[in-house]
């Protein structure tokens, strides 16, 4: 296969390739379960999580079936992705060997995906026969989409080696693949809640505007240059040493560097997605927040990210990945608990109080969502390399499918069935009253005999706890771990393995290209802080007009988001709207005219004036707080 990234505008395209794809299969793990099953979401009786159910808001499964049947449909995803890595890591046609299998699984990934959100039985209505139906349904669809999607990404990722030159291009390109995942999910956690409360969708037809994006798979197509047309390998190409399947195996389960980093990723791993599976459910029914007030804490975990990245880099440059990634899982151990911390639970609801420990707990937590994105990306890439370039064998595609696998039966466990299972048990604060086992709040509170309100969630108490001590056992499994995966390290543990293994090719890593590296971390940071003030802005001039019952939300985000220096207007109007509210209420407010010209002129787009921000916000709670104790003292 040709090295076909030969433009810097080429790596970037081909590390978007995966973004559609990619996107749709975070917004599934996010939102489908609890679409199908909104047990959780409304455990506190939030009106604005029905929105994040299909239309009429009823349980469409089968409760004690369906997650035994969707633990089998991920673990078949993950048992295919052995056979599919061999299949693309072997297939020789006249089109090459990865741009085949992605042309013919793109289609019905597409359409199976699609089906995968259309109820035929029942809609709107929780009958017995209607829940067993849709329950064979639903799963029947996501074998296929779950299939296609493999093969897809796994002949994707398998290119990454073969069409680059050297470890710094690779390492260009991780950062650009952790640049698009920082994106997919801070739009899946930060914005979807946003703009499905605004527009009133139920996630099931909003996945259907999104669904085109998934045509982005197609970009390969295009980038990889392989097959007759570039002399391989029916022409003058150099013929790669075909590697049987059980060769392929052996070659990937007994490389201890890969191994060791399994271990630690299928620990991590399974805290991980329990965290993502529930997160729905642990803000809206575990905090008892609405779309706005998700998308302003998801924003706080999700925006830094880039600045993590940066910071994750400057740590492994000097102690090592090992030491770095523990570190990070140390952060994100501690920022989990934040969710129980910030719970109706514990809080009682005091907003203030809610706000600023979830804030801070997503601040801490950016870190280990930042080493998430780049290490798994990183550590097969590098092993596969370092083995192609000592034995000529490149099977690159096999270790992303067994990183998949162990990473599909750990995910499996911790969505399907712990958390599918848990999400159905519920408590009250008199715990002599027990545990009971109900398909929503409202039956759950009838079984105890107190109102919804004193009802709880079990399994979105549970979560973060559980979450937490995955996170610890991953820091020690990380002992097992090399020092880092540089080239030479890998080697050296490879020829442990095989001393009769010829190292001597492999030399010191060149370092980064350093201009290019920091472009890559301005352009991930402005891109996140896009998004992170869009939604900011956003929900203040909502709350805003809430409380003043006059703006035009749409004109004045517009132009405090997309017009440079128009910020400094936006900022002087939205303080005095406030400074009306605030003088009848007697409040005393932050901040003045001087404040925002002078921060609006330094930094020229609101989209990065986080001082105006963050005085706008703090003036506005307090108004808030203001309208919420005027209102208790009426009553």
């Not at 997919?184 to 999104?210: K, M, N, Q, R, W």
């Not at 771990?481 to 090719?505: F, G, T």
Request: a positive charge; one cysteine or more; glycine letters at 8%.
């Amino acid at each position: 296969m040709i090295r076909s990234l030969d433009k810097k505008w080429k790596e970037l395209l081909y590390a978007f390739s995966g973004f559609g794809p990619n996107l749709l299969m975070v917004l599934m793990g996010a939102f489908f379960t609890d679409a199908i099953n909104p047990a959780a979401l409304t455990s506190a009786g939030n009106a604005s999580a029905n929105l994040q159910a299909m239309t009429g808001v009823v349980c469409y499964v089968l409760p004690a079936l369906f997650p035994i049947l969707y633990a089998i449909a991920k673990a078949f995803d993950g048992i295919i992705d052995i056979p599919f890595a061999h299949i693309t890591d072997t297939l020789k046609t006249k089109w090459g060997k990865r741009r085949p299998a992605i042309a013919v699984c793109a289609l019905p990934m597409i359409v199976s995906f699609a089906m995968c959100w259309i109820p035929v039985s029942g809609y709107g209505v929780a009958t017995d026969s209607a829940q067993l139906f849709n329950t064979i349904w639903f799963i029947c669809w996501a074998l296929v989409f779950f299939s296609t999607y493999t093969m897809c990404m796994i002949a994707f990722y398998g290119s990454l080696t073969s069409v680059c030159v050297g470890e710094p291009q690779r390492l260009r390109v991780a950062n650009y693949k952790s640049f698009f995942d920082t994106i997919s999910y801070c739009l899946v956690y930060a914005l979807v809640p946003v703009l499905l409360e605004a527009t009133g969708l139920h996630i099931d037809i909003f996945v259907f505007v999104l669904l085109p994006i998934m045509l982005t798979i197609i970009i390969p197509l295009f980038l990889i240059k392989e097959g007759e047309k570039y002399g391989y390998p029916e022409r003058q190409g150099a013929q790669e040493e075909r590697v049987k399947i059980l060769e392929s195996l052996k070659l990937t389960f007994s490389s201890r560097p890969f191994m060791s980093w399994t271990a630690v990723n299928c620990c991590a791993f399974f805290g991980l997605q329990m965290f993502l599976v529930s997160m729905n459910s642990l803000i809206l029914g575990g905090m008892g927040f609405n779309g706005g007030e998700m998308a302003l804490i998801n924003t706080c975990a999700f925006a830094p990210v880039p600045v993590m990245l940066y910071l994750f880099g400057k740590m492994k440059a000097k102690k090592g990945l090992r030491f770095s990634y523990q570190i990070c899982l140390a952060a994100f151990a501690v920022a989990i608990l934040s969710f129980d911390a910030a719970s109706l639970f514990v809080t009682g609801g005091n907003k203030t109080i809610q706000y600023i420990i979830a804030c801070l707990g997503g601040l801490m937590g950016s870190m280990g969502i930042a080493a998430f994105f780049m290490v798994q990306y990183l550590v097969p890439v590098q092993v596969a390399a370092t083995e192609e370039k000592l034995t000529g064998k490149n099977h690159s595609a096999m270790y992303f499918a067994a990183q998949a696998v162990c990473s599909t039966i750990v995910g499996t466990i911790a969505s399907a069935l712990v958390w599918e299972n848990i999400k159905m048990l519920f408590i009250t604060k008199d715990f002599s009253k027990g545990i009971v086992w109900a398909e929503n709040v409202t039956e759950a509170a009838s079984k105890f005999g107190v109102a919804t309100s004193a009802t709880f969630n079990f399994g979105v108490l549970i979560v973060p706890i559980i979450v937490s001590i995955f996170c610890i056992g991953g820091i020690f499994l990380c002992l097992l771990m090399p020092r880092d995966y540089s080239q030479p390290e890998i080697a050296k543990m490879l020829k442990k393995q095989n001393p009769s293994l010829d190292i001597s090719s492999i030399t010191e890593e060149e370092p980064e290209e350093k201009g290019e590296i920091v472009f890559i971390q301005i352009a991930l940071a402005v891109l996140s802080g896009f998004i992170f003030s869009f939604i900011w802005l956003g929900v203040m001039l909502k709350n805003l007009k809430a409380l003043t019952n006059k703006g035009k939300n749409i004109l004045w985000w517009a132009l405090g988001c997309l017009v440079p220096f128009a910020g400094i207007f936006v900022a002087l109007k939205l303080h005095a709207d406030m400074e009306e509210v605030a003088k009848a209420k007697g409040v005393t407010l932050k901040g003045n005219k001087a404040l925002y010209i002078v921060s609006g002129a330094l930094l020229p787009m609101l989209f990065v004036n986080v001082v105006a921000l963050a005085v706008l916000q703090s003036n506005l709670n307090k108004l808030l707080n203001a309208k919420t104790d005027d209102l208790a003292v009426a009553e």
